[in-house]
């Protein structure tokens, strides 16, 4: 029997209100399917928690592995991870850490002392080549074996009790510890998957693939495509599992904020990586909410390759350093959201002052550029500055390279890469100019003093200065607080007027979050646990 009339006309007019219904966009997929996805600038170079050196590949990891301790978004202090609870001797050189009973890898294996004790010694095997070995230098002898001085890791300060309980020995007291042993390189690995892709030191082996990964962290390495995302599911095995609100978190490598702030407004995003900053007033006005201008314990900087002339002359270094107007460039390139930096350690970093340092005062730098054998810029050869190929380096390289032209008579060209290529050149000094950045690790002003300590493996300026390596060495035998804190602003005085480096702003970090993320909170050190992480309708 044919329908009647009457119900052909209700039957169309269902259709036409489905067919006007509003489709359901990823944004709003994701908080009914508790999936976050996140906007993260750059494609990973690595997942290996000892590798890394990318504040954009440690966002994935910190969802993959976990440390001893892990650190509280808010203040930046440490707070039990693998190990529930630790004893400290009264000396401050024996830490006893205490690992969780339901501490489990992905694969179901137990998480022991002895995971933590054979990924020390991975990390500080000469042969790995990790630039960040140095985090665990404060463990007795780890420097000396981490250089060739000693081969016996048995003489390092790392001692397996049983189990459950893992000694370390320090080579002198060392406050920050706790904070330290939360970075990811002091993340364990899994030495049967190490071993089944390779050795202990071999690099960029398959171990960290999708479906060859095992971690302990909250999540699981599910997917991986390069250049178009990373997924991370739910690990039921986590001890902590019952907390974790998230069934997947998906990173999406965006280079462009323009083209990230787009997808954010399509609904393809919860949180973005950045904004574009001539977007931070709009969204001031019109959608406050979306906005965050978090507080981050960052410094942009120049780095100098010291090891090529003229930059070998700390006059010329100097001089370049002086003719940075920082503020033009915290309001022409960020609009006011990051502020101009003349020091090394950025301001409320552990209870620190640092010194004057780096003001911009052209008549000097036009001196000082004379007394180098260059006055006005004459005989000055062109330099080329490195710089991240993404929506905002490019911009202060531009204004920089105004500067200098307008004021010095430098020139300068810009040489853009992908972040890869960009960091490599650093590491090698395989530049002459780069504009470089740095998230502090932990809040103490050492996590920025330290990198240029020298031979350090994230000193890319090719300076040393024994003067400054001394005062960092008596800093850390040093138990009184104000008088460490004497020391390091002697040392960072010392670095300034060397001028392997020239801070140029320090950092906030600007970001869009959708209004369904919850317990999103501010991080200083923009580390944040997912596991933590709610999303609800609001």
């Given at each position: 029997?044919?329908p009647?009339?009457?119900l ?66 808010k ?7 693998v ?6 001797s ?14 489990r ?63 370390l ?21 899994h ?6 892709f ?37 690990n ?9 609100h ?6 999406f490598?965006?280079e ?53 002339p003229p ?6 270094r ?8 920082r ?10 959201a ?7 350690v ?24 004379a007394?180098?054998?260059?006055p006005?810029?004459?005989g ?18 531009e204004?920089?390279?105004?500067m200098?032209?307008r004021e ?7 040489e ?43 000193n ?22 104000a008088?460490?804190?004497a ?22 970090r600007?970001y ?22 709610e999303?609800?309708?609001?």
């Open positions: 029997m044919r009647s009339v009457p052909l006309g209700l039957l169309a007019a269902m259709f036409a209100v489905a067919g006007c219904k509003k489709r359901e966009t990823p944004a709003e997929e994701g908080v009914r399917t508790h999936t976050l996805l996140v906007g993260n600038q750059n494609e990973p170079a690595t997942l290996d928690p000892h590798l890394l050196d990318a504040a954009t590949d440690l966002n994935i990891d910190v969802a993959l592995f976990e440390g001893l301790t892990v650190l509280d978004e203040t930046s202090r440490a707070l039990p991870g190990a529930e609870r630790w004893e400290i009264p000396d401050g050189l024996v830490y006893t850490f205490h690992l969780r009973a339901g501490a890898w992905s694969n179901g294996d137990p998480v022991t002392a002895a995971d933590f004790a054979y990924s020390i010694q991975r990390i500080l095997t000469p042969a790995l080549g990790s630039v960040y070995a140095y985090m665990l230098w404060p463990i007795r002898n780890a420097e000396a074996f981490n250089t060739g001085k000693i081969t016996d890791f048995s003489s390092v300060g790392v001692t397996v009790v049983d189990p459950a309980t893992l000694r020995t320090l080579a002198r007291p060392t406050p920050y510890l706790l904070e330290l042993a939360a970075h990811n390189t002091w993340m364990p690995v030495r049967p998957v190490i071993e089944k390779g050795r202990m030191a071999d690099r960029d082996t398959a171990w960290t693939r999708p479906g060859n990964l095992v971690g302990n962290g909250p999540f699981v390495l599910s997917e991986w495509r390069p250049n178009a995302r990373v997924v991370v599911t739910r039921p095995l986590y001890w902590d599992a019952a907390r974790n998230l069934e997947r978190v998906i990173f490598p965006t462009k904020a323009d083209v990230e702030e787009l997808n954010f407004r399509a609904g393809q995003l919860h949180l973005t990586y950045s904004v574009p900053a001539s977007k931070i007033p709009v969204y001031r006005q019109q959608s406050p909410d979306r906005l965050r201008l978090d507080p981050l314990l960052f410094l942009s900087y120049v780095n100098f390759n010291t090891t090529k930059l070998d002359n700390p006059k010329v100097r001089a370049l350093a002086l003719a940075i107007d503020a033009a460039i915290s309001q022409s390139v960020y609009s006011g990051r502020q101009p930096a003349t020091s090394v950025p301001p409320n970093c552990g209870g620190y002052s640092p010194p004057g340092g780096q003001s911009v005062d052209f008549p000097a730098a036009r001196a000082l550029l007394e180098a054998g260059y006005g810029g004459r000055l050869p062109p330099m080329a500055v490195q710089v991240l190929n993404d929506d905002k380096t490019p911009k202060v390289a204004t920089i390279q105004a200098w032209q010095l008579g430098v020139h300068v060209t810009i853009p890469y992908e972040q890869k290529t960009w960091l490599q050149n650093q590491q090698t000094l395989s530049h002459t100019l780069g504009l470089l950045a740095w998230t502090a690790d932990f809040a103490d002003p050492i996590t920025f003093l330290g990198i240029f300590l020298g031979g350090g493996g994230n890319w300026t090719g300076w040393a200065n024994p003067g400054y390596d001394a005062l960092l060495e008596e800093a850390s035998k040093t138990a009184d607080p008088a460490r804190f020391l390091l602003r002697k040392a960072e005085a010392l670095l300034l007027a060397e001028a392997p480096i020239a801070p140029v702003v320090y950092g906030a600007a869009l979050i959708h209004p369904a993320v919850r317990n999103w909170e501010p991080s200083p050190l923009g580390i944040h646990r997912y596991q933590l992480i999303l609800r309708a609001p």
